[in-house]
């Protein structure tokens, strides 16, 4: 897939200052090295972002934690045990070494061991962390293959790795565990049920403040075409009412829905595993019909039909200024 040599690569471009597209098991994230200000700064610069909004830093493996997290509750171990490397970010309290140009100037720090063999490969020949937000522009679509990255952010990264298309294809889930109980800030590529089942009891959804979570804002994940969310019972009056507002109209949504006949349709799954993989490519490719508005078909509200179902809101929310 990717070659030893472009690890090298990367790792020399990381070191040097640079800014790397990084393929993770979930979406690309646009990467710096996690101790080097000047490139963080760059990641935010690159994705047009605000400073207030903090970064992941990811890991070679759970045996970094501490050098990032100064205290490390029993929960945060039991989930790191559980489901590292894989699509779980956790926020804890930080050392001196996550500094405020990550943070944003909070106390905690929040921390991921990737699931992906080139991610993992770039991480352990580092040696360090790597500061990565998903590799789009703030409120858009995050990429899920090396593609995207290029139309999206072209030559204003130094290298982008290729590892093929992300098997999850949503972002992590986020759990706090700086405070008191644990709480899901963003729902992700691992269930809730999942995390549950690891810590013995019902963990809430603690969607942070706007400032916090970037992807709390109200419209983020967004396609430039409108998006209306339906059940799937719903989606063929759906369209039909928009078409009789002259408005061309696509659907994303399952094989064997009821459509008028001539709806363009962009497969997504019913199953919500594979709603999430193929999401945001869909949206892409949707979006780049040109079509005014896309009838997005809701899945099933459990495992990863949550973060499905949630980026599929933020995707419909009332479009903010940035965009
Ligand atoms: O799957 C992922 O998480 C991808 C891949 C590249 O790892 N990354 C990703 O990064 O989605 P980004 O920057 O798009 O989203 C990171 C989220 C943001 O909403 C941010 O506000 C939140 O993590 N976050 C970061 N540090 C935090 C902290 N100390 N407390 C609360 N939220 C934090
Ligand atoms: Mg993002």
Redo the contacts with the bound molecule.
Sequence with gaps: MVKPELVERAVEVLRSGGVIALP?E??Y?LAANAEDELAVRRVFAIKGRPAT????V?LAGVEHLTSWAREVPEAARRLADAFWPG?L?L?LPRTPRATDAI?GG?D???L?V?GHPVALAVLKALGGGVA???ANRFGRVSPTTAEHVRVDLGSDVDLVLDGGPCDVGV??T?V?LSSGSPAI??P??LSAEAIERVLGHPVPVRV?SKV????SLESHYAPRAGVVLAEPTEAAARVRALREQGLSVGVLGPRGLELPGDVPRFDVPEDPAGAARVLYARLREADEKGHDVLVACLPSASGLGIAVRDRLARAAAPRTPHH
């Design positions: 993770t979930t979406v994230g909004h903090p970064l992941i990811h699509p970010t926020v943070t909070q905690t720090v929040a991921r990737p990565a937000p998903s972002e992590s986020i706090d800030l963003r992700g590529g942070a916090r979570v970037s992807g």
